[in-house]
């Protein structure tokens, strides 16, 4: 790879007077700086960026550090992270842990991989990366980012507890308000749940909001209509005879999988959905388009937490005041109404 030094010495000048011409600096002739840059030229010189980036200590690089690549909600909050760089012209270095491949979803409950991220983020640090975004495969408290880290860290899809650390959320309670207050529009008052599991900050505020679309709705809330469920699809399967029995007209899952469960049984007792029963999912998963007929449900702003995360990160790079001082950013679900919820009035 050619040197400014080399070209220096071609054209007979300082390498310091090459490196003003090449930076638009004034101080060379117009004929030095034509010889200068003809020789550039010729010898196919590329300026080395990162070196130039390391000394100034601006490396225009963020370190992505995934959870596992294979949980459906990481790519997209990936790709929002990406899009936002992109505009900023910055570019993303990207680890894989790949904790599910290795444990399973028994880590969630585990901080003894913690080790491993504080390696992963020492790796990234002797990169030169300005900042860092850690990216979580559910929402749930995570401490895994040193307090003490020298360059600012933000959590994506995940709570660290920390305002210094910014946490990029969804806003599961707002999410399920809307999806709940539009089977309520279309006539039902009897409506089944079946959870996910129960230590799950996404099933706990799904059920709050599922509380408060009653209570704004004036219907009394009946916990003998909401099932315990685990977020397979079994076990959507294995309440609804249960709900049926308590006489509801609409079963909210609090994800799609579930939902397809009870469309099995529904199929196996010769009932339609939307017709017979009113189903409604939550994460917008892409089979849930190809259920007969297809699922209401909730799109996850997987895209928009990744963006945003990555406008926290540049924000705090930059010395700006935080919009959120509590550090916790919610962001907004979108429904998506299809024809599995039917009018009974």
């Given amino acids: ?86 505009e900023e012209d910055y570019q993303i270095l990207l680890i894989n842990l790949r904790l599910f491949k290795k444990y399973n979803d028994k880590y969630y409950n585990r901080d003894d991989y913690f080790d491993i991220v504080y390696q992963e983020i020492q790796k990234l640090m002797s990169k030169q990366v300005e900042g860092i975004i850690y990216v979580a495969a559910h929402e749930r408290v995570i401490q895994c980012i040193p307090e003490e ?108 999988l579930m939902a397809g469960g009870v469309y099995d049984r529904l199929d196996e007792l010769g009932k339609t959905v939307g017709k017979d029963l009113s189903v409604a999912g939550y994460d917008n998963r892409e089979l849930s388009a190809y259920y007969n007929p297809p699922l209401t449900t909730m799109i996850l702003p997987l895209h928009d937490i990744g963006y945003k995360a990555s406008e926290v990160i540049l924000e705090l790079l930059r010395g700006q005041e935080l919009e959120h001082r509590d550090g916790i950013y919610q962001v907004s679900c979108e429904p998506l109404i299809r024809k599995s919820i039917n009018k009974i009035f």
């Fill in 1 to 86: 790879m050619v040197t400014i030094k080399e070209i220096a010495k071609v054209c007979g000048v300082s390498v310091a007077t090459v490196s003003n011409i090449l930076n638009n600096k004034p101080g060379a002739s117009q004929e030095t700086r034509k010889r200068v840059m003809k020789v550039v030229e010729e010898m196919n010189y590329t300026p080395n960026y990162v070196a130039k980036n390391l000394k100034m200590r601006n490396t225009r690089s963020i370190g992505v550090i995934a959870e596992d690549m294979t949980i459906f909600s990481i790519p997209d909050i990936i790709d929002g992270i990406t899009e936002h760089c992109e």
């Fill in 149 to 256: 880290l020298p360059i600012p860290a933000v959590m994506a899809y995940g709570y660290t507890l920390n305002p210094a650390i910014p946490s990029i959320v969804v806003d599961d309670e707002d999410g399920a308000y809307q999806i709940v207050n539009h089977i309520i529009s279309q006539g039902h008052q009897k409506i089944g749940v079946i959870t996910g599991k129960k230590d799950s900050l996404h099933m706990q505020a799904r059920l709050e909001g599922y509380q408060k679309a009653l209570y704004d709705n004036g219907l009394l809330y009946n916990p003998k209509l909401v099932c315990p469920g685990d977020w397979t699809r079994p076990a959507g399967y294995e309440y609804t005879d249960y709900l049926l029995a308590e006489g509801v007209t609409a079963i909210y899952c609090m994800n799609d």
